[in-house]
């Protein structure tokens, strides 16, 4: 891949420097399409999954890093998987929560929502962060399932919680009535 | 900086070798004879085909690409190679010829012969150029083959989700502007995520209850703030006399409600 190809490269500097720059820049295309149709490193920028993610909030500038995988992610959400979203309130805003209620499921809901209970309708899923300022369905109610661009599966730094988001290990808070699905 | 030479792919085909006629045996004589020709057309002015332009050829259908259809001599006998290689191969191999001068041409020739374009395009007569042209820059080096298609596949995907993409409509809903069937749109995707649109635009929007990521198209009746008639299915034609709010019967079974668009916020 070192190589020159040999078609049309000038001699000289701007020349030689113009073709490479233009071989190189080819490949932010393909970047691009790897970021967000495959998979994605990001960094954790708020509070609201303490102590999943940020654990050192208040202590130090520090962010987690995650791997976020986009390889299909609004097909098959089960409860408890970490999400990313774009926020319903601003679409070109990101959010990572967790999903604590699927299509179906009843969740008694907290402040600030106005209903104490509510069912997730057909196609929606009840997004919560893990801590206790979080903006998440909470205030803007069941989000679309076709909201949600990606899942967030490793954490990468800091090096003392490498590895893989084991979203199936968490205990779903009480006030979780699931659904009847077929398939469960 | 020389490349390396692998030999030309198609001598280890024999699907191409279909296309393009007698196969070349490989040889490791033949390696040494690209090698020898390369480095001569390396060195005349950075080009990586020889100068001299092909013979106009009655067959070419292009115009002004002058493609030559006469195939060299292909006797690749280990005794005769060094001798021919100069001159045989810049007189009777037939080759692609020398990209064009300047920047939007050349980007324009390298994406026209590429294997992709051309087999898109249905231009089987230069397909069978690029392929019998042992030095076309992609054929003969899988891996640029492999990335060169990687990138146009992703600048092709970016466009149609950055730019502007085309889908088939179906449905009753849209009548009498979209028919049922058979109606092709293009879609802005400048306007992704609403923006920038307005009340009685049409719209393509993902369907918020469907499991399936299907998409729907409809018109915009009101921005967050605006207030809406929401007909339920068995709504008669009441008319609005000036309430805001409320249920009112009309000569129809159903009712007919008043809300007002949210600002994002769901009222389940």
């Keep these: 891949m070192a190589a020159r190809w040999g078609a049309g490269i000038r001699n000289g500097f701007l020349g030689q420097f113009s073709h490479y720059l233009i071989r190189y820049a080819t490949w932010i295309p393909p970047l691009v399409v790897f970021n967000g149709w495959v998979a994605e490193i990001t960094q954790i920028k708020g509070p609201s999954m303490y102590p999943f993610f940020n654990p050192h909030y208040n202590e130090s500038t520090r962010r987690d890093i995650v791997l976020v995988s986009k390889w299909y992610p609004d097909r098959n959400l089960k409860r408890g998987m970490i999400v990313t979203f774009r926020n319903p309130l601003n679409p070109k805003g990101k959010v990572v929560k967790r999903v604590v209620g699927i299509a179906g499921d009843v969740i008694r809901t907290k402040a600030p929502y106005p209903h104490e209970y509510v069912q997730v309708p057909e196609g929606h899923i009840w997004v919560e962060g893990d801590g206790d300022k979080t903006k998440d369905s909470n205030y803007y109610g069941p989000i679309s399932a076709c909201l949600v661009t990606g899942r967030v599966t490793h954490i990468l730094s800091p090096w003392d919680r490498f590895g893989r988001v084991k979203w199936w290990e968490h205990n779903l808070r009480p006030g979780i009535k699931k659904a009847r699905h077929l398939l469960e | ?268």
Aim: with cysteine; hydrophobic share 35%; charged share 15%.
């Design chain 2, 1 to 268: 900086m020389l490349p390396s030479i692998r030999p030309p792919i198609r001598a280890s085909s024999s699907v191409l070798s279909l296309l393009t006629g007698p196969a070349i045996r490989t040889t490791t004589s033949s390696q040494a004879t690209c090698r020898l020709t390369f480095q001569q057309r390396t060195l005349s002015q950075g080009h990586n085909v020889v100068d001299q332009t092909p013979p106009p050829n009655p067959g070419s259908t292009s115009a002004g690409s002058g493609i030559n259809y006469n195939l060299p001599p292909l006797s690749f006998s280990s005794h005769d190679q060094h001798q021919h290689s100069q001159e045989d191969h810049q007189q009777h191999h037939h080759h692609l010829p020398p990209p064009p001068q300047g920047f939007f041409s050349r980007l324009l020739h390298a994406l026209r012969t590429h294997p992709v374009t051309l087999l898109l395009s249905s231009r089987l007569q230069h397909f069978d150029q690029v392929l019998g042209s042992p030095y076309h820059r992609l054929l003969s080096h899988p891996f640029r083959m492999l990335f060169s298609t990687f990138k146009l596949l992703a600048f092709t995907h970016l466009f149609l989700e950055h730019v502007l993409s085309m889908a088939p409509a179906s449905g009753p809903s849209m009548l009498p502007t979209f028919e049922v069937v058979g109606e092709w749109l293009v879609v802005s995707r400048f306007h992704k995520y609403g923006n920038g649109v307005k009340v009685g635009d049409l719209v393509v929007y993902q369907i918020p209850v469907s499991t399936s990521g299907e998409l729907g198209v409809k018109r915009i009746m009101g921005m967050p703030g605006d207030y809406v008639l929401v007909d339920t299915p068995m709504a008669g034609g009441g008319t609005v006399e000036g309430e805001v709010l409320g249920d009112r019967g009309g000569p129809g079974e159903g009712d007919e409600v008043m809300i007002q668009v949210c600002f994002g916020l769901y009222s389940w």
